[in-house]
């Protein structure tokens, strides 16, 4: 449990921010830095801004939640071992 929530955490937070980093990396570039539109850094920045969209939006708050859920079903299975004396 301490290796899930932890691991869990520190990917959570770290896919969170490398999604928004890529997304204002793409609006930095659109705003004419390192070429403007067009020019291969804006096309590299568009790829990023693919890859980190679902990191920002999907990935990063469902790890969030198997987090809860690790902890919420060990509490309950804590209490069914404690009451059952299955250990």
Do not use: Q, R
């Not at 403007?36 to 980190?52: E, L, M, W, Y």
């Amino acid at each position: 449990l301490a290796g899930a929530v932890s691991t869990g955490m520190l990917l959570a937070i770290f896919m969170s921010n490398s999604g928004g980093a890529w997304d204002n990396a793409k609006k930095y570039i659109e705003d004419g830095h390192f070429g403007g539109k067009g020019s291969s850094s804006h096309k590299a920045s568009v790829v990023g801004d693919t890859i980190g969209d679902p990191f920002k939006d999907t990935s990063g708050p469902s790890l969030n939640i198997l987090i809860k859920l690790c902890a919420t079903v060990s509490i309950v299975f804590s209490g069914l071992i404690e009451v059952f004396h299955l250990l």
